[in-house]
């Protein structure tokens, strides 16, 4: 039997936004309204590692990343975008409103307001502005390796959060399937933070942090966005399943990918990815250990599953 309608997430964040999205997939709602109500939780919530909250780029700016995809292959995207709460609501609109796929920068920034989105203050939450404050006195201004392991967990390089063993982490992926089994995904991120200014990563790059095929399955992907673009990450996941691969040995096999381009280098990152198919069959890994994703159907609402690690 299939198990619809279910839902799955990155990271434990991931549960709050599952909530948010069975709401919508419970009540015979669509996926895709799910993928879009249950991410913008996290982008909402201030001290939380996606939306305006979180971590800002070296130059101390958050610059935002977004995108959503549909059981048609209807796609639409921001990156770059800067004092908008609810990117993922404006890629859904570039995907509805526009013949295009992606919006970046001002132009993204522009789009949204004249859809109507408010434009925030730009101000660092608190506890950015301490992670930042903390970054700048240590880092000399340097790139930092986003390392996303600490002693207790994952997250990418914020030296408090390091101090005090807590972890953090910042992307929400999200793929679901309705009652009707259709299949729509969504991804949104602040990337990694002290990026350099105008970096992006795979979460707003339709195959790359996030990819769906109504006939076969959905895929995204959180950790080292450099990484996941190079194996067209979430689109291998989806052609793993394709050829029979059931969503966690699809998942294993675009990690152990990358562990195969990296070398040595592999245990110096983390990628996880995590995906569904159309028998509502769901999977997760990632390259070491501290991944982890929230899955959530009928009798089953407030999974946290540990993903399971190659090395
Ligand atoms: C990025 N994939 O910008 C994102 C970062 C991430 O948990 O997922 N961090 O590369």
Known sequence: TVIKPIVISTWDAGIAANKAAWQVLRTGGRALDAVEQGV???EA???CCVGLGANPDRDGFVTLDACIMDENFNCGSVAFLERIKHPISVARRVMEKTPHVMLVGSGAQQFALAEGFTLEDGKLSADAQKSYDTWLKKSDYKPIINIERTESG???FAPEKLDTGEWNHDTI???AMDANGNLSGSCTTSGQGFKMRGRLGDSPIIGAGLFVDNEVGAATAT???EDVIRICGSHSVVEFMR???HPEAACKKAVERIIKIKGAKAKDIQVGFIAINKQGE???YCIQ???NYAVCYEGNENLLVDGKYVI
């Open 40 to 42: 913008m939780v996290t």
């Open 45 to 47: 919530s201030q001290n």
């Open 154 to 156: 994952h997250g990418p």
């Open 173 to 175: 992926g999200m793929v």
């Open 223 to 225: 950790g080292q966005g």
């Open 243 to 245: 050829q029979g691969l």
């Open 282 to 284: 769901y999977g997760g």
């Open 289 to 291: 250990k501290g991944f």
